[in-house]
């Protein structure tokens, strides 16, 4: 797997360069976010790592502008910026994960092999291969990772399509924290309750036709989610 590291600090980057080719990993790496955009044009690498805070054009830029050209490429947000707030906008702009710095390079690892199986190989609950379904005024096409309402179109990554897929099964059921995580991330990946909050309240600002008044997923206090159609 090829795996393209955009990264500022040449030391961090020579680093994860290393560390990624001793674990059997292709890499190539870039500086800032153009070369990042220029060089997954040139390779169409199967990962990007991203980097936010880098010179010229910034992580999230590059992330939108990758993902417009490859919706289904894993991407993961590898930062020291790691307020609430820039966790949303990341996650809303289609990054699969985010990770602050200083971070393990086991935990790392871990990630990059977990969104890499889901993404290469669909799970039994994954949307590929799936039909149209209506959840309220929105419908979801999951094979083409885009959701109508009305003459709008939004884009969704893999993992949102696949969090609405799985929300649709479960129509009028609550769906805990847990049950997201091992359906949609899998068993393997590092729970957190606030990271999830955080991908929820992003796909909603998406969806929703008022995100303060959420109607498609709503919250079950204590419990977790619902969608109710």
Not at 80 to 101: C, F, S, T
Request: charge should be neutral; include cysteine.
């Amino acid at each position: 797997m090829l795996i393209l590291i955009a990264e500022d600090d040449p030391n961090l980057r020579r680093g994860l360069a290393e560390l990624l080719q001793l674990e059997g990993f292709a890499t190539i790496t870039a500086e800032c976010g153009s070369t990042a955009i220029a060089a997954f044009a040139a390779s169409s690498p199967d990962f990007c790592l991203l980097d936010v805070s880098m010179p010229g054009v910034d992580g999230f830029e590059a992330c939108k502008q990758i993902r417009h050209k490859d919706p289904r490429v894993p991407i993961l947000f590898l930062t020291a910026r790691n307020e609430e707030i820039d966790r949303i906008l990341g996650l809303g702009l289609g990054a699969d994960d985010y990770m602050g710095k200083p971070f393990s390079t086991q935990e790392l690892l871990a990630r990059i092999r977990a969104i890499s199986r889901r993404s290469a190989v669909a799970p039994p609950d994954a949307p590929k291969g799936s039909s149209d379904f209506a959840m309220c005024d929105l419908r979801v096409d999951p094979r083409a990772l885009r959701a109508y309402r009305n003459a709008t179109v939004i884009a969704l990554s893999p993992r949102e399509a696949a969090v609405l897929k799985f929300f649709h099964t479960r129509a009028g059921f609550v769906v805990s924290r847990n049950e997201l995580y091992d359906h949609c991330w899998g068993q393997e990946h590092f729970s957190n309750s606030r990271a999830l909050d955080q991908f929820i309240s992003a796909l909603r600002r998406k969806i929703e036709a008022r995100p303060a008044e959420p109607r498609i997923i709503v919250t079950v206090h204590g419990a977790g989610y619902r969608f109710d159609p």
